[in-house]
């Protein structure tokens, strides 16, 4: 069984926002299960973060002008947050 099985079967729901995981109805969440969401956070978050439907890597080809392609490796990431991540260093930076 996933450990997400765990909290669907319940009537919970999970997503991951940056660091964060993020369980609702919290209001419901009774002290059990704060204590197993606490000890398979991170479970928890590959779990939900696998199942959004987006592709994660952890390395990415940047081109930035002036320089030559190089890898930008880290956390697994989306597209998206590669660019974030990279065009906070380098304002013109491509991702590949």
Not at 22 to 27: A, G
């Amino acid at each position: 069984m996933k450990v997400i099985d765990y909290l669907r079967d319940r009537g919970f729901s999970a997503k991951v926002v940056g660091n964060r995981l993020i369980v609702w109805p919290s209001i419901r969440l009774t002290q059990e299960e704060r204590r197993y969401i606490k000890l398979h956070r991170l479970e928890l978050m590959v779990e939900v973060a696998a199942n959004d439907g987006e592709a994660r890597r952890s390395h990415w080809t940047v081109s930035v002008t002036g320089y030559g392609p190089f890898t930008m490796i880290g956390e697994p990431m989306t597209h998206a947050e590669a660019l974030v991540e990279a065009r906070t260093r380098w304002p013109n930076a491509k991702i590949e």
